[in-house]
């Protein structure tokens, strides 16, 4: 089992930054990928950026160039860096890891991204 927990949410202007934390526990070597995905109510579930064991990253069209994905791995956490945030980056925030032997999904608990204008 893999216990993921998000944080770094809050609340900033447009144009403001913001950095989300997805700290895995448990059977680590389990991990394939961790992506982020975000939910507005009303919109579709967005997968907006991901990062494989080995290292292969993608983001979403509507994120690159401003956000940044990235993994430590002494810490077991995968950060999403936020900047340049616009009213329409407003969402849930949910980390997702991929297990590698089952392809079961692990989620975090999600959290809130609001951008002002």
């Known amino acids: 089992q893999v216990q993921l927990v998000s944080s770094g949410g809050g609340l900033v202007q447009l144009g403001g930054v913001l950095r989300l934390a997805c700290a895995a526990s448990g059977s680590i070597f389990r991990i394939y990928s961790i992506v982020w995905l975000r939910q507005d109510p009303g919109k579709q579930r967005e997968l907006v950026a991901g990062i494989t064991s080995d290292d292969y990253i993608q983001y979403a069209d509507s994120v690159k160039g401003r956000f940044t994905i990235s993994r430590d791995t002494a810490k077991n956490t995968v950060y999403l860096q936020m900047n340049s945030l616009k009213p329409d980056d407003t969402a849930v925030y949910y980390c997702?890891?991929?297990?590698?032997?089952?392809?079961?999904?692990?989620w975090g608990q999600g959290t809130k991204v609001t951008v002002s204008s």
């Open positions: 997702n890891a991929k297990d590698k032997h089952t392809w079961l999904d692990y």
